[in-house]
T-cell receptor, first 113, second 111 residues
Framework: DAGVIQSPRHEVTEMGQEVTLRCKPISGHNSLFWYRQTMMRGLELLIYFNNNVPIDDSGMPEDRFSAKMPNASFSTLKIQPSEPRDSAVYFC???????????FGPGTRLTVL | EDQVTQSPEALRLQEGESSSLNCSYTVSGLRGLFWYRQDPGKGPEFLFTLYSAGEEKEKERLKATLTKKESFLHITAPKPEDSATYLCAVRPGGGADGLTFGKGTHLIIQP
């Protein structure tokens, strides 16, 4: 049974470029979460969706970040324009219901030069 | 504001040397305390969920316990393959379903 799938696994880009991270949740899961992990701040929630609807985006750093979930099997996190301080590992997690156990993907390591 | 503090930040043990990791939390209405294991370059892997003070859960050499202020992850007779970063997280009361994580304890088990 496939777990959460994220792509790309690694992304290196230059400051000012647009970056799109992708996530496919576990089939049948109705909730999807985006987290960011840095050495300084640890794992932080950015945004989460229930049944494809954004519920809480209070963790999104600023307007340069946006997330969408056009259907139950796909979500994107976009950064435009990217900045060096956005360098981090971005994780996607999904759960059956919003208050069930969250299962994490392998992450996307983003480096902005 | 919800807060999770883990200690120690790093711990080095000899194989077979038992110890405990601490997770102290401040949260408005706990709706679950979670332990995850994270290996280098991978996503967090779920271990346990605890919901109420006094609850305990076990899996192989790991046992998690919960009080009103903190949780402990006890590791009995660890093996080198138990080396990882252990993350603690809480789900607060109210409507928010995202998790608030501690920064983790980096555990190294030496053979």
């Amino acid at each position: 049974d496939a777990g959460v799938i994220q792509s790309p696994r690694h992304e290196v880009t230059e400051m000012g470029q647009e970056v799109t991270l992708r996530c496919k949740p576990i089939s049948g899961h109705n909730s999807l979460f985006w987290y960011r992990q840095t050495m300084m701040r640890g794992l932080e929630l950015l945004i989460y969706f229930n049944n494809n609807v954004p519920i809480d985006d209070s963790g999104m750093p600023e307007d340069r970040f946006s997330a969408k979930m056009p259907n139950a099997s796909f979500s994107t996190l976009k950064i435009q324009p990217s900045e060096p301080r956005d360098s981090a590992v971005y994780f996607c997690a999904s759960s059956l219901g919003s208050d069930d156990t969250q299962y994490f993907g392998p992450g996307t390591r983003l480096t902005v030069l | 504001e919800d807060q999770v503090t883990q200690s120690p930040e790093a711990l080095r043990l000899q194989e077979g040397e038992s110890s405990s990791l601490n997770c102290s939390y401040t949260v408005s209405g706990l709706r679950g305390l979670f332990w995850y294991r994270q290996d280098p370059g991978k996503g967090p892997e779920f271990l346990f969920t605890l919901y109420s003070a006094g609850e305990e859960k076990e899996k192989e050499r790991l046992k998690a316990t919960l009080t009103k202020k903190e949780s402990f992850l006890h590791i009995t007779a660890p093996k080198p393959e138990d080396s990882a970063t252990y993350l603690c997280a809480v789900r607060p009361g109210g409507g928010a379903d995202g998790l608030t994580f501690g920064k983790g304890t980096h555990l190294i088990i030496q053979p």
